[in-house]
């Protein structure tokens, strides 16, 4: 049975976080399932831009380890503003309206300065990334950022295997942080017009509200993202649209 917690008002957004059992991210990815199967074309067309995205990120790092590294932690920090489109799909298939890729894209301008907004500061987060790998390579791990040479055309320099774990540990701070302030923010633009801030700021209480749910869906996130990734992002096309999809129904359970 859930339980409601009153967030208060939140620059106009009032809302009530729902307390849900840790076992509900299943239901939500059992959705985003049923959502994938429903819709069709229009989110399998959000996934292929995405993974085609992914791929020339991995492209331009495949020359080292860690720009390889860089590529798919800076992907992962993005990610959640690229769901805009996914659960506006989501939406619409609950509200019966029509489903088409160009219906998709009318979740943009409904609240243009919150999404902006939310992928500034991921941009934001992303940069400071960049400046603390580079930091974080060359002061802690003694090991050399890749030179322009080395960036274009490849060298023999790699991490070793300690270098290169502290060094995604690192950035798994990061997206912990990442994954805290966006579980439910890309919803609440859209669906309620909140602003980044007060989305960002309901996703943490949400997280706090949610503890054991919100680790079980992280690493659900996470073993879906792999399978992506392992299958050198042509699964992407189907993960997703899932994630984006289950991202909708885990804010409709978890927002009253």
């Known amino acids: 049975m859930t339980t409601s917690v009153g967030v208060g008002r939140l620059e106009a957004l009032h809302v009530e976080i729902r307390q849900v059992p840790a076992g509900r991210a299943f239901e939500w990815l059992s959705r985003g ?4 199967k429903q819709i069709g074309w229009p989110g399998l067309a959000h996934g292929a831009l995405i993974a085609i995205l992914g791929g ?17 932690t800076g992907y992962l920090l993005v990610g959640p503003v690229m769901t805009t489109g996914l659960c506006e799909l989501a939406r619409r298939r609950e509200a019966r309206e029509p489903l088409g890729f160009d219906e998709s894209l009318q979740a943009l301008p409904r609240n243009p300065d919150g ?16 400046v603390l790998s580079t930091i974080l390579l060359e002061s802690v791990l003694s090991a050399s950022v890749p030179s322009l040479a080395v960036t274009l055309w490849g060298g023999a320099s790699m991490l070793t295997p300690s270098q290169l ?13 990442v994954f805290g302030v966006s579980v439910v923010s890309v919803p ?10 007060a989305a960002m700021r309901t996703s943490l209480r949400v997280v706090a509200a949610n503890f054991p749910a919100m680790v079980v869906w992280a690493a659900l996130i996470i073993l879906v993202t792999a399978i992506g990734f392992l299958t050198l992002l042509a699964g992407m096309v189907v993960v997703a649209p899932l994630l984006g999809y289950a991202t909708w129904h885990a804010y409709r359970d978890l927002i009253a």
């Open 33 to 36: 399932w049923d959502d994938l």
């Open 188 to 197: 609440l633009i859209i669906d309620r017009h909140a602003s980044a801030s």
């Open 115 to 130: 999404l902006l907004h939310f992928g500034g500061i991921l941009g934001l987060i992303g940069l400071v990334w960049i």
């Open 56 to 72: 020339v990120l991995l492209a331009l790092g495949s020359t080292h380890m860690y720009l390889t590294a860089a590529a798919i």
């Open 165 to 177: 774990l502290s060094y995604v540990a690192c950035g798994a701070v990061l997206a912990a942080i």
